[in-house]
Protein backbone atom coordinates (compact mmCIF):
# COMPACT_ATOMS: atom_id res chain seq x y z
CA UNK A 1 0.00 0.00 0.00
CA UNK A 2 1.29 3.44 -1.01
CA UNK A 3 1.41 6.11 1.82
CA UNK A 4 -0.04 9.46 0.92
CA UNK A 5 1.28 12.90 2.18
CA UNK A 6 0.37 16.09 2.13
CA UNK A 7 2.23 18.10 0.68
CA UNK A 8 1.74 21.49 2.89
CA UNK A 9 2.20 19.35 5.82
CA UNK A 10 5.92 17.90 4.66
CA UNK A 11 6.60 21.25 3.58
CA UNK A 12 6.04 22.91 6.68
CA UNK A 13 8.37 20.00 8.40
CA UNK A 14 11.02 20.25 6.24
CA UNK A 15 11.57 24.35 7.17
CA UNK A 16 11.25 23.30 11.33
CA UNK A 17 14.48 20.94 10.61
CA UNK A 18 17.18 22.46 13.16
CA UNK A 19 18.13 26.17 12.67
CA UNK A 20 19.71 25.89 9.31
CA UNK A 21 17.40 27.35 6.36
CA UNK A 22 15.95 24.58 4.40
CA UNK A 23 15.41 25.42 0.52
CA UNK A 24 11.61 24.32 -0.29
CA UNK A 25 9.75 24.39 -3.95
CA UNK A 26 6.44 23.23 -4.27
CA UNK A 27 4.79 22.89 -7.33
CA UNK A 28 0.88 22.83 -7.99
CA UNK A 29 -1.57 20.95 -10.88
CA UNK A 30 -2.62 23.52 -13.69
CA UNK A 31 -5.45 25.54 -12.87
CA UNK A 32 -4.59 25.93 -8.70
CA UNK A 33 -5.64 29.09 -8.52
CA UNK A 34 -4.74 29.14 -4.43
CA UNK A 35 -1.04 28.35 -5.40
CA UNK A 36 0.43 31.79 -4.00
CA UNK A 37 -2.19 31.30 -0.73
CA UNK A 38 -0.89 27.61 -0.11
CA UNK A 39 2.89 28.54 -0.97
CA UNK A 40 2.70 31.36 1.85
CA UNK A 41 0.94 29.56 4.44
CA UNK A 42 3.34 26.01 4.03
CA UNK A 43 6.50 28.59 4.31
CA UNK A 44 7.97 27.58 0.66
CA UNK A 45 10.38 29.56 -0.64
CA UNK A 46 9.01 29.39 -4.03
CA UNK A 47 6.14 27.66 -6.40
CA UNK A 48 5.63 26.83 -9.61
CA UNK A 49 2.16 25.60 -11.09
CA UNK A 50 1.91 23.35 -13.67
CA UNK A 51 4.44 20.95 -15.28
CA UNK A 52 7.74 22.67 -14.95
CA UNK A 53 9.83 23.06 -18.06
CA UNK A 54 13.27 22.78 -17.70
CA UNK A 55 14.64 26.13 -18.36
CA UNK A 56 11.75 27.50 -15.20
CA UNK A 57 12.80 24.57 -12.59
CA UNK A 58 15.99 25.73 -13.48
CA UNK A 59 15.90 29.46 -12.62
CA UNK A 60 14.19 28.79 -9.35
CA UNK A 61 16.16 26.49 -8.19
CA UNK A 62 19.54 28.62 -8.71
CA UNK A 63 17.74 31.43 -7.34
CA UNK A 64 17.04 29.14 -4.11
CA UNK A 65 20.46 27.93 -4.17
CA UNK A 66 21.96 31.56 -3.98
CA UNK A 67 19.61 32.55 -1.47
CA UNK A 68 21.06 29.50 0.96
CA UNK A 69 24.44 30.02 0.50
CA UNK A 70 24.00 33.64 1.23
CA UNK A 71 22.18 32.89 4.02
CA UNK A 72 24.98 30.88 5.50
CA UNK A 73 27.37 32.80 4.27
CA UNK A 74 26.04 36.02 6.42
CA UNK A 75 25.20 33.49 9.49
CA UNK A 76 29.07 32.68 9.59
CA UNK A 77 30.53 36.18 9.10
CA UNK A 78 27.85 37.05 12.34
CA UNK A 79 28.68 34.31 14.41
CA UNK A 80 32.72 35.21 13.80
CA UNK A 81 31.45 39.06 14.75
CA UNK A 82 30.68 37.48 18.48
CA UNK A 83 33.65 35.66 18.53
CA UNK A 84 35.55 38.42 17.88
CA UNK A 85 33.47 40.51 20.21
CA UNK A 86 34.03 38.22 23.13
CA UNK A 87 37.77 38.21 22.54
CA UNK A 88 37.48 42.33 21.87
CA UNK A 89 35.46 42.39 25.48
CA UNK A 90 38.01 39.83 27.46
CA UNK A 91 40.97 41.64 26.12
CA UNK A 92 39.57 45.63 26.52
CA UNK A 93 39.13 47.04 29.89
CA UNK A 94 35.41 47.99 29.33
CA UNK A 95 34.22 51.58 30.34
CA UNK A 96 32.77 50.73 33.40
CA UNK A 97 30.32 54.07 34.29
CA UNK A 98 28.89 52.79 30.69
CA UNK A 99 29.74 49.24 29.64
CA UNK A 100 31.31 50.51 26.51
CA UNK A 101 34.56 49.71 24.28
CA UNK A 102 37.82 52.05 24.65
CA UNK A 103 38.07 54.07 21.57
CA UNK A 104 41.31 52.52 20.40
CA UNK A 105 39.76 48.98 20.43
CA UNK A 106 36.69 50.68 18.25
CA UNK A 107 38.71 51.98 15.58
CA UNK A 108 40.66 48.35 15.44
CA UNK A 109 37.27 46.74 14.78
CA UNK A 110 35.61 49.21 12.56
CA UNK A 111 38.66 49.91 10.63
CA UNK A 112 38.70 45.92 9.86
CA UNK A 113 35.23 45.66 9.77
CA UNK A 114 35.22 48.80 7.10
CA UNK A 115 37.36 46.59 4.89
CA UNK A 116 35.63 43.12 5.27
CA UNK A 117 32.59 45.51 4.15
CA UNK A 118 33.65 46.57 1.14
CA UNK A 119 35.57 43.41 -0.09
CA UNK A 120 32.75 41.14 0.54
CA UNK A 121 29.63 43.73 -0.59
CA UNK A 122 28.11 43.44 3.21
CA UNK A 123 26.02 46.37 4.88
CA UNK A 124 27.64 48.22 7.52
CA UNK A 125 26.05 51.38 9.32
CA UNK A 126 27.84 53.67 11.98
CA UNK A 127 25.54 56.09 14.11
CA UNK A 128 27.01 58.55 16.25
CA UNK A 129 24.74 59.74 19.25
CA UNK A 130 25.38 63.23 20.81
CA UNK A 131 23.46 64.36 24.07
CA UNK A 132 21.91 67.75 23.59
CA UNK A 133 21.80 68.64 27.01
CA UNK A 134 25.74 68.32 27.85
CA UNK A 135 27.06 71.34 27.44
CA UNK A 136 24.34 73.78 28.83
CA UNK A 137 24.27 71.30 32.11
CA UNK A 138 28.49 71.10 32.02
CA UNK A 139 28.23 75.21 32.10
CA UNK A 140 25.75 75.33 34.52
CA UNK A 141 26.92 72.17 37.41
CA UNK A 142 30.52 71.11 35.74
CA UNK A 143 31.26 67.51 33.77
CA UNK A 144 31.96 65.61 37.53
CA UNK A 145 28.34 65.95 37.90
CA UNK A 146 27.23 64.76 34.56
CA UNK A 147 28.00 60.81 35.21
CA UNK A 148 24.02 60.09 35.23
CA UNK A 149 23.56 61.65 32.11
CA UNK A 150 26.22 59.20 30.02
CA UNK A 151 25.37 56.31 32.80
CA UNK A 152 20.98 56.57 31.76
CA UNK A 153 22.11 57.24 27.52
CA UNK A 154 24.13 54.21 28.14
CA UNK A 155 21.43 51.80 29.10
CA UNK A 156 18.78 53.12 26.21
CA UNK A 157 21.32 52.13 24.11
CA UNK A 158 22.36 48.79 25.04
CA UNK A 159 18.61 47.66 24.99
CA UNK A 160 18.28 49.08 21.63
CA UNK A 161 21.50 47.14 20.15
CA UNK A 162 22.07 43.65 19.03
CA UNK A 163 24.72 41.55 20.53
CA UNK A 164 27.34 42.03 17.40
CA UNK A 165 26.84 45.41 17.42
CA UNK A 166 30.06 47.56 19.04
CA UNK A 167 29.23 51.05 21.46
CA UNK A 168 31.52 53.18 22.15
CA UNK A 169 32.22 56.47 24.34
CA UNK A 170 33.69 58.54 21.67
CA UNK A 171 34.03 61.52 23.57
CA UNK A 172 32.31 63.71 26.85
CA UNK A 173 28.86 64.02 25.43
CA UNK A 174 28.70 61.58 22.32
CA UNK A 175 28.42 57.54 21.83
CA UNK A 176 29.67 56.26 18.48
CA UNK A 177 27.76 52.50 17.63
CA UNK A 178 29.09 50.12 14.69
CA UNK A 179 26.03 47.84 13.55
CA UNK A 180 27.14 45.14 10.68
CA UNK A 181 25.45 43.83 8.58
CA UNK A 182 23.33 47.00 8.68
CA UNK A 183 22.30 49.15 5.57
CA UNK A 184 21.68 52.59 5.85
CA UNK A 185 17.94 52.84 6.82
CA UNK A 186 18.43 49.79 9.28
CA UNK A 187 20.70 51.71 10.98
CA UNK A 188 18.54 55.34 10.67
CA UNK A 189 15.94 52.66 12.74
CA UNK A 190 18.29 52.28 15.25
CA UNK A 191 18.79 56.43 15.76
CA UNK A 192 14.91 56.01 15.40
CA UNK A 193 14.82 53.57 18.81
CA UNK A 194 17.42 55.79 20.91
CA UNK A 195 16.22 59.06 20.04
CA UNK A 196 12.54 58.11 21.27
CA UNK A 197 13.35 56.37 24.64
CA UNK A 198 15.71 59.34 24.70
CA UNK A 199 12.73 61.94 25.09
CA UNK A 200 11.21 60.17 27.84
CA UNK A 201 14.13 60.07 29.92
CA UNK A 202 14.64 61.96 32.86
CA UNK A 203 17.94 62.42 34.11
CA UNK A 204 18.31 63.91 37.78
CA UNK A 205 21.71 66.22 37.92
CA UNK A 206 22.76 68.47 40.58
CA UNK A 207 19.45 68.33 41.96
CA UNK A 208 17.64 69.03 38.48
CA UNK A 209 15.67 66.44 36.56
CA UNK A 210 16.78 67.05 32.81
CA UNK A 211 15.10 66.18 29.81
CA UNK A 212 17.96 63.69 27.84
CA UNK A 213 17.53 64.54 23.77
CA UNK A 214 20.07 63.42 21.34
CA UNK A 215 21.13 64.38 18.13
CA UNK A 216 21.71 61.63 16.15
CA UNK A 217 24.21 61.44 12.82
CA UNK A 218 24.01 58.24 10.66
CA UNK A 219 25.93 57.20 7.83
CA UNK A 220 25.89 53.33 5.90
CA UNK A 221 27.36 51.49 3.63
CA UNK A 222 25.07 49.50 1.30
CA UNK A 223 27.29 46.86 -0.39
CA UNK A 224 27.23 48.70 -3.28
CA UNK A 225 30.68 50.66 -3.99
CA UNK A 226 34.00 50.80 -1.91
CA UNK A 227 33.39 52.33 1.48
CA UNK A 228 36.44 53.59 3.79
CA UNK A 229 36.72 53.77 7.66
CA UNK A 230 37.54 57.67 7.00
CA UNK A 231 34.27 58.36 4.87
CA UNK A 232 32.00 56.47 7.50
CA UNK A 233 32.82 58.32 10.42
CA UNK A 234 33.31 61.63 8.15
CA UNK A 235 29.73 61.58 7.23
CA UNK A 236 28.11 60.59 10.27
CA UNK A 237 30.42 63.56 12.09
CA UNK A 238 28.74 65.94 9.38
CA UNK A 239 24.97 64.08 9.91
CA UNK A 240 25.69 65.16 13.82
CA UNK A 241 27.07 68.68 13.45
CA UNK A 242 23.48 69.05 10.96
CA UNK A 243 21.35 68.12 13.74
CA UNK A 244 23.07 69.97 16.25
CA UNK A 245 23.39 72.70 14.06
CA UNK A 246 19.32 73.00 13.49
CA UNK A 247 18.79 72.69 17.66
CA UNK A 248 18.85 68.91 18.20
CA UNK A 249 16.27 66.19 18.44
CA UNK A 250 16.62 64.79 15.20
CA UNK A 251 18.20 62.45 13.24
CA UNK A 252 20.66 63.09 9.49
CA UNK A 253 21.75 60.49 7.24
CA UNK A 254 24.54 61.04 5.55
Known sequence: ETAVYSGADLSLSVKSL?????????VFPDGADDAEEVAKRCEADS??????????????????????GLHHRVSYV??????????YEQAAD??????FFPL???????????????????????????????????????????????SDMARVILKVIRDID?????????????LPHTDTQGAKRVGDRIAGPARMLRVEVGGERVRATVSVGVAGYDGVHEVSFADLMRRARAALDAVR??????????
Open 18 to 26: GTKKVPVMV
Open 47 to 68: FLVGDPTASAFGALTRGLLREV
Open 78 to 87: EERLRREQRR
Open 94 to 99: LDEQTG
Open 104 to 150: GVFKRILLTEARRASRYHIPLGVVLVGFDAYQPLKARYGERALGPLF
Open 166 to 178: IPVRSGPDAALLM
Open 245 to 254: ADGGDSIEVR
